[in-house]
Each structure stands twice: as structure tokens, then as C-alpha cells.
């Protein structure tokens, strides 16, 4: 059985090791089991979490005492992809390939993590490769689950729908706009957490927007049926959205749960959360689906998980409730906040802190408030920044108004954070609390 593919991430080549009874690199296998790799720092994904922390963790422990395991050739900016699905940006500018993000030197084991034993301090991969590690940072996103709508994912096949949440679907989206002539233009919010809990409504203000522009919109019932009792969690920032909902003759239905598409037939079908069994078939001109979402599956079949099968953090420190040499970030964490890549940047600079003590000895000093931030996109040129904390109290960075649209917020949000995303924060130069501010504060020198 081969073992898994390991790059090592400066100028040199890939490394193979083989079931043979050789050694390359540093690695050594025997002749019937695979290698026994070991690392200090071992990180598991490589998606905004795991790329941001290894770049950390190798100014801490050197590059060849870190290794990432990521499976996939392409790394993606997925917050873009909310302009990609109304046409503002393209699919090509949201991705750059993994090894080159990948930090220089750090061992880049390009496999799917299988299995993790925190009882014994190791990771199995999928090809049977087994890595130890004195340290784990658990980095490994939300699991879609477009498979648990009837007719999906095979209902993408058709047009007319679409989903700005996967790279596969992305694009349908904005062909589906595009195509839209008259009828409901429906877009859904699941019944599960879900990350960047913002999307699912920005593409309804994009489109209205595409829609106005291009002559449409008076043939258009733009309808949003989202499973949650609320438009949005913080009321500062859900008062300013229902205006625009008003003003622009949006239709909100709360509570009604997508469970069935009929992509042949443009029907959707959705439950009343309120009255369960109670269902109501809706017929599409457009389709824009946000699927459900859970905890990692190698996450949740382990002891690191908590009962719904998150990994379980101490939400002040980001380090495991039971094993303290394990650490987590992002989407696939227990933190009880919004799931956003703004989170990433605040609890990157925290949990960089935390394992910094941890190795004096010392106790972990500095606190994540659950500082999180989601660029509510209202339309082509207009954001509402919402800001908050584990609270749901805002946490706002710059000194005026930022429940009110503003074409600044739309300059941060389109220009601004990609290029800080991919030059800053997966270089773990960028982070802290309130990447805004940080941003503010740099303007002002």
C-alpha cells in the first residue's frame, strides 16, 4: 500500500515513499506498512484556518517541524464567491493552487485525513499512512450536505439552479440569473448551522439588483425562505435588512426548510418548520440553493468531538476540553459564533498566543471574545458591515454607522480582502482582534 504524498515546500520536488523498504527524504518506510511519519506541529486541512496557523507555527517550531494534510491541488477565497454567483468577480480569480499558499518548507502530505487517535497522539490518512505529532491543530471546515435535499446533487445538472457554496455550482448560479425571464426567483437558508451565515441572502439582494438593472425585476418575485425565525441574528444589523426587504419589495418567508427539488419540473418543495409535515410547492425561474451543513465526519466519529459532533474548544483559549496538546480554528469548531473567515483572522492571532504559552509552561494569557464580522452584500456597490462578539453584541471597527449601506464597505469587501486574504492573513502576518481594525489603524499611520 503506497503511502501518502508529502511535498516539501521549497524548491524540491515531491517526495513518494513507497511500501518498498527505502527512506526518502526524512521519511522512512518498512516494507509492508506504510511510513510512520512524526512532527511536532502536525495541521490537519488547508483551507483559511490550517494555511494561516502553519505559517504561524513554523516561525514558532521551523518548517520542517510542521506539516499540513490537504488532499486538495486548489485553495479557493470562498467569500468571493458570493460575487462570483451575481457575475462581479470570476470563478478563476477565487482559487491559486495549494502548494502556492502553501508556507515554504512545511511538509505539505497531500491526503485525506481518515482517522485521528488523540489517545495516542496520531492521524491516520486515507491510503493508511500514519502520522504522530506531539502537537495537533484541528483545522478541517463544515461538511455540505447537498445529498440530504431530495433530488440533489443530481438537480444541478439541469439549469436554473444553482449554489454559490462549492465551485462546482458557483458559476450555475450566475447563469441562471442571467437567464432568468419572469417568474419566482427563490433563494434558501437550511435548517443546520451553516458558515457565513450572510450568503444566502446577499446573492437575493445581488440579484434583485441584476434584476432592476437589466429591466426584469418587474416580472420577478424575488422570494427568500429561510428555515430561521429571524432575517438575520443581530437586530442592529436585521432592522437595517428589513427596510431594504421593504423598499425593495422582497418576499421573506421564515421558517420553511427546503427538503425536495424538482430541477426537471422548476419546482421546490419546503417544509413548515412550525407545523411539521406541512409542505408547500414553490415553481422556479431560478433556484439558489444553500445546502444543509454539519460537523467534519473524521471529527465527529472521534473522541475530539463534542455530543453534535463539533470539535470541542474552550472558546476563550481555542485548546481542547480534554487534550491539552490539541488545538482548533474555524468552521469546524464548537465556537458559538458566526462562522467566517473574519473569525479565522481574529482567532488565528489568539490561538498563535495560547500555543506560544503553552510550550513556556505558561498559562494561555490572551482571549477570543468571538469576534466575528459578515459584509452583508445589499448590491453592486453597497455593504453593510456587521461586526459582533460571542454576545451578538456588535463590535464594530470604524466610527460611524455600520448597519447603514455604504460603498466603502463594498470597496473592503470586493478589493481589499482578497488581496489582505492572500497576502496577509495565509502568511500569518494577518489577524487579531478585528482584522478592520487593524485595517483602519494602518490607514491612519
Given at each position: 500500500m503506497p503511502s501518502a504524498k508529502v511535498q516539501k515546500h521549497s524548491n524540491h520536488p515531491h517526495f513518494l515513499c513507497h511500501s518498498a523498504g527505502s527512506a526518502v527524504s526524512h521519511l522512512?518506510?518498512?516494507?509492508?506498512?506504510?511510513?510512520?511519519?512524526?512532527?511536532?506541529?502536525?495541521?490537519?486541512?488547508?483551507?483559511?484556518?490550517?494555511?494561516?496557523?502553519?505559517?504561524?507555527?513554523?516561525?514558532?517550531?521551523?518548517?520542517?517541524?510542521?506539516?499540513?494534510?490537504?488532499?486538495?491541488?486548489?485553495?479557493?477565497?470562498?467569500?468571493?464567491?458570493?460575487?462570483v454567483g451575481a457575475g462581479a468577480k470570476t470563478a478563476a480569480s477565487s482559487g491559486r493552487p495549494t502548494a502556492s499558499?502553501?508556507?515554504?518548507?512545511?511538509?505539505?502530505?497531500?491526503?485525506?485525513?481518515?482517522?485521528?487517535?488523540?489517545?495516542?497522539?496520531?492521524?491516520?490518512?486515507?491510503?493508511?499512512?500514519?502520522?504522530?505529532?506531539?502537537?495537533?491543530?484541528?483545522a478541517l471546515g463544515i461538511q455540505l450536505h447537498y445529498e440530504k435535499i431530495k433530488g440533489l446533487p443530481e438537480g444541478f445538472g439541469h439549469p436554473k439552479i444553482g449554489s454559490n457554496y462549492s465551485i462546482q455550482t458557483v458559476e450555475k448560479t450566475w447563469k441562471a440569473l442571467q437567464d432568468f425571464k419572469e417568474g419566482n426567483a427563490?433563494?434558501?437558508?437550511?435548517?443546520?448551522?451553516?458558515?457565513?451565515?450572510?450568503?444566502?441572502?446577499?446573492?437575493?439582494?445581488?440579484?434583485?439588483?441584476?434584476?432592476?438593472?437589466?429591466?426584469?425585476?418587474?416580472?420577478?418575485?424575488?422570494?427568500?425562505?429561510?428555515?430561521?425565525?429571524?432575517?438575520f441574528g443581530i437586530k442592529k444589523y436585521a432592522d437595517s435588512l428589513w427596510e431594504i426587504v421593504k423598499h425593495r419589495d422582497l418576499q421573506v418567508n421564515?421558517?420553511?426548510?427546503?427538503?425536495?427539488?424538482?430541477?426537471?419540473?422548476?419546482?421546490?418543495?419546503?417544509?413548515?418548520?412550525?407545523?411539521?409535515?406541512?409542505?408547500?410547492?414553490?415553481?422556479?425561474?431560478?433556484?439558489?440553493?444553500?445546502?444543509?451543513?454539519?460537523?467534519?465526519?473524521?471529527?465527529?466519529?472521534?473522541?475530539?468531538?463534542?455530543?453534535?459532533?463539533?470539535l470541542d474548544l474552550k472558546k476563550e483559549t481555542l485548546q481542547h476540553?480534554?487534550?491539552?496538546?490539541?488545538?482548533?480554528?474555524?468552521?469546524?469548531?464548537?465556537?458559538?459564533t458566526a462562522r467566517t473567515a473574519a473569525a479565522v483572522a481574529a482567532q488565528s492571532a489568539v490561538l498563535n498566543r495560547t500555543i506560544s504559552k503553552i510550550l513556556k509552561k505558561e498559562k494561555p494569557d490572551k482571549t477570543y471574545d468571538g469576534y466575528t464580522s459578515c459584509p452583508l452584500v445589499t448590491s453592486y456597490n453597497t455593504v453593510i458591515l456587521a461586526e459582533f462578539d460571542y454576545n451578538g453584541q456588535p463590535l464594530e471597527t470604524f466610527p460611524i454607522n455600520q448597519?447603514?449601506?455604504?460603498?466603502?464597505?463594498?470597496?473592503?469587501k470586493a478589493d481589499v480582502m482578497p488581496?489582505?486574504?492572500?497576502?496577509?492573513?495565509?502568511?500569518?502576518?494577518?489577524?487579531?482582534?478585528?482584522?478592520?481594525?487593524?485595517?483602519?489603524?494602518l490607514g491612519m499611520k
Open positions: 522512512h518506510t518498512s516494507s509492508h506498512v506504510c511510513a510512520k511519519q512524526h512532527y511536532k506541529m502536525l495541521v490537519l486541512g488547508g483551507g483559511s484556518g490550517g494555511i494561516t496557523m502553519s505559517a504561524r507555527m513554523k516561525r514558532i517550531f521551523g518548517a520542517e517541524n510542521v506539516a499540513v494534510v490537504e488532499p486538495s491541488e486548489m485553495h479557493y477565497y470562498q467569500p468571493i464567491w458570493t460575487l499558499v502553501m508556507p515554504s518548507g512545511v511538509q505539505w502530505v497531500k491526503s485525506k485525513v481518515q482517522e485521528i487517535n488523540p489517545d495516542t497522539n496520531t492521524v491516520r490518512t486515507d491510503d493508511g499512512t500514519e502520522i504522530s505529532y506531539e502537537y495537533l491543530i484541528v427563490i433563494f434558501t437558508f437550511p435548517n443546520t448551522p451553516v458558515k457565513c451565515a450572510g450568503a444566502p441572502q446577499k446573492i437575493m439582494y445581488l440579484s434583485d439588483a441584476f434584476l432592476r438593472k437589466t429591466g426584469k425585476r418587474a416580472k420577478a418575485n424575488v422570494i427568500y425562505n429561510t428555515s430561521l425565525p429571524v432575517l421564515l421558517r420553511q426548510n427546503l427538503i425536495e427539488v424538482r430541477a426537471d419540473k422548476q419546482e421546490a418543495v419546503f417544509e413548515n418548520l412550525d407545523n411539521p409535515g406541512e409542505t408547500k410547492v414553490f415553481e422556479y425561474e431560478m433556484l439558489h440553493v444553500t445546502p444543509p451543513m454539519g460537523p467534519n465526519l473524521v471529527i465527529k466519529a472521534s473522541p475530539l468531538a463534542d455530543e453534535a459532533g463539533w476540553t480534554k487534550y491539552p496538546n490539541v488545538f482548533g480554528i474555524g468552521d469546524c469548531t464548537n465556537l458559538p448597519a447603514k449601506e455604504r460603498r466603502l464597505m463594498y470597496h473592503l488581496h489582505l486574504y492572500w497576502h496577509g492573513l495565509l502568511r500569518g502576518l494577518w489577524g487579531g482582534p478585528g482584522p478592520y481594525r487593524k485595517l483602519l489603524h
